[in-house]
């Protein structure tokens, strides 16, 4: 089972920049899609991005395209999202996740279709 952990979360003004990361162990890391999910207070968990088990597939949620990016080096074990433009709503707790099945279409981006987690980072956008 591969563990996932997140870091780089914190509290920055709107139109700043953080980037996080979601540090794997286990070898099979390269064997999974990875996702990108948050959670504000009181709402759902919801989607942000993923990342096919190469690299080649992305997909991004409505709200985060042309802002964030993730990557991955499975060499380091590694998937990165790196938040640009942030805005008071996306503030939330990120999570990263691990999928082990084939690529989900954009109706199944959702935190059902993920089969292991991280225990979070808070984003927090100061207005």
């Known amino acids: 089972q591969v563990q996932l952990v997140e870091s780089g979360g914190g509290v920055v003004q709107a139109g700043g920049s953080l980037r996080l990361s979601c540090a794997a162990s286990?070898?099979?890391?390269?064997?999974?899609?990875v996702g990108w999910f948050r959670q504000a207070p009181g709402k759902e968990r919801e989607f942000v991005a993923a990342?096919?088990?190469?690299?080649?597939?992305?997909a991004y949620a409505d709200s985060v395209k042309e802002r964030f990016t993730i990557s991955r080096d499975n060499d380091k074990n590694t998937v990165t999202l790196q938040m640009n433009n942030l805005k008071t709503e996306d503030t939330a707790v990120y999570y990263c996740?691990?999928?082990?099945?084939?690529?989900?279409?954009?109706?199944?981006?959702?935190?059902?279709?993920?089969?292991?987690w991280g225990q979070g980072t808070q984003v927090t956008v100061s207005s």
């Open positions: 996740a691990g999928r082990v099945n084939s690529w989900p279409t954009t109706a199944q981006q959702s935190p059902h279709n993920y089969d292991f």
């Open positions: 990342i096919s088990r190469l690299g080649v597939r992305i």
């Open positions: 286990g070898r099979t890391f390269s064997a999974n899609i």
